[in-house]
Structure formats: structure tokens, C-alpha cells
């Protein structure tokens, strides 16, 4: 029964994004495969490449939330900025009740933005020295105050450490270690094996259908909302 409800909703939400301009990954291996073709091509193919989702990952809400959202990002990256609000609202909306869950992945892209890299390890750094509650606190925090494309003064690094409670001194001394570079790396291969090229970079898993919905862009609260709710009324 699960089977013949989730092939219709899935080319109704593959209707959704792709009428808004949101464009499935993965290789289509057949010529002009159906919606139904497309979107189990495209689950297969991140389904077998997505690293999967551990204790080392930052996680907002409950793991065993009915909908995961795993955010591929980068700070200086105008468009990450205006989603990184847009799934503010939605865990407000659907965190408590754990109905989703926000899992945030770097994907700094150096070619654009110099100075992202540096800013996923302060990240990285607020998150080792508090916890995963600093970890967002800090990066809520980031993306308020940056101005976006490469112009955040990197003395703001810190600033924001300490306005969220760090020691300064601490989140420096972490901050210069390189500690973290391999972590935030590790991120990027994975993005890189997925075949993301560009941010925000989301997808959207139904864990309990197994299906992975893969969203490219900065798509309005509405448009998330009515997806979710897709999902979560299958």
C-alpha cells in the first residue's frame, strides 16, 4: 500500500520543485524516463552517495524525526543566507512536534567565496568548545551578520564567539589549530560525490519511505512547507 501512495507523491513533489526551478540530481541512464523514472533514478543515485547521517553531524531537532532535511552550505553564499531563515521558520514549525529535522553540511566553495572555509572551521570550533546548541547559536549568529560574498571582516569570527558565550581565547587558539580543516573537508568530498556544484544544496528524505527528494536553490518558506506537508500527510 506504502508503495502505491509514495510513486504518485513523489511526481507530485517532483512537479512542485521542478515548476519553481528546482533541478533533480543524479544520471538518468534511460531516454525521456517518466517523472516516476526520474525521481527513483534520482533517489537511488543519493541514497548510494550521501554519507549517512552519524553523531558527528549538527543536527536541529530529532534524528528520529519522520523528515530529514540535509542543508549543504556556505556562509558567504547570499542565496545559503535568505534559506538559512527560510528553515528557521520551518523548524519552528515542525521541530518541536519532531515531525523534521535540519542536518547542516559545509559546502564552502572557495572559487567564490575565499573566506567560507575559514568560517565553517569557526563553526566547527563554537560546536567543539559548546556543544551543538553553540554549534547553531554561533551559526545563526554567521549568517545574521554577514554581509555575504566574501565581505564578512574575519575579525567578526570572533566577535560572534564571544557574543554567544565563548571564551575568545579558546575559540582562537581553535581557530589557528587547523583542527578542524578535515572535518569541514570531509563535508566537501561528500558534497563533491554527490555531484552538488552549487549552494544551498538540500535534500529532503522521507525516512519512512526511503525516498530522497534533492532541492538546488533558496526556495521560499511556502514552497518547503507544502512539500513537507506532502510528505508528512502520506
Known amino acids: 500500500m506504502s508503495e502505491k501512495i509514495s510513486l504518485p507523491l513523489s511526481i507530485i513533489i517532483a512537479g512542485l520543485f521542478i515548476a519553481g526551478g528546482v533541478y533533480w540530481n543524479g ?3 534511460k531516454e525521456n524516463p517518466t517523472p516516476t523514472q526520474r525521481q527513483q533514478l534520482t533517489s537511488e543515485n543519493v541514497a548510494a552517495t550521501i554519507r549517512p547521517i552519524d553523531v558527528n553531524d549538527h543536527i536541529l531537532g530529532s534524528s528520529d524525526a519522520r523528515i530529514l532535511i540535509v542543508e549543504y552550505s556556505d556562509t558567504e553564499c547570499p542565496f545559503c543566507k535568505i534559506f538559512h531563515n527560510t528553515m528557521l521558520s520551518i523548524m519552528q514549525e ?22 567560507s572555509f575559514n568560517e565553517a572551521v569557526a563553526q566547527e570550533c563554537a560546536g ?3 556543544g551543538n546548541g553553540k ?13 555575504s560574498n566574501n565581505d564578512l571582516d574575519p575579525a567578526e569570527l570572533t566577535n560572534i564567539a564571544t557574543e554567544v558565550g565563548l571564551s575568545s581565547i579558546d575559540f582562537n587558539v581553535c ?26 544544496h538540500s535534500i529532503i528524505i522521507d525516512t519512512k519511505t526511503n525516498e530522497y527528494h534533492t532541492v538546488e536553490g533558496a526556495y ?8 513537507i506537508d506532502l510528505i508528512l500527510a502520506s
Not at 135 to 147: A, C, D, S
Not at 177 to 195: K, L, W
Not at 220 to 227: C, L, N
Open 27 to 29: 544520471k538518468i541512464t
Open 94 to 115: 515542525y521541530g518541536k512536534e519532531e515531525k523534521v529535522a535540519w542536518v547542516y553540511r559545509h559546502f564552502p566553495i572557495a572559487e567564490l567565496h575565499s573566506k
Open 128 to 130: 567543539n568548545l559548546g
Open 135 to 147: 554549534f547553531w547559536e554561533y551559526t545563526n549568529k554567521l549568517y545574521e551578520v554577514t554581509p
Open 175 to 200: 581557530l589557528e589549530s587547523g583542527e578542524f580543516d578535515p572535518r569541514v573537508n570531509f563535508d566537501i568530498q561528500n558534497a563533491q560525490e554527490i555531484g552538488i556544484t552549487g549552494t544551498p
Open 220 to 227: 521560499p518558506y511556502v514552497q518547503i512547507k507544502t512539500v
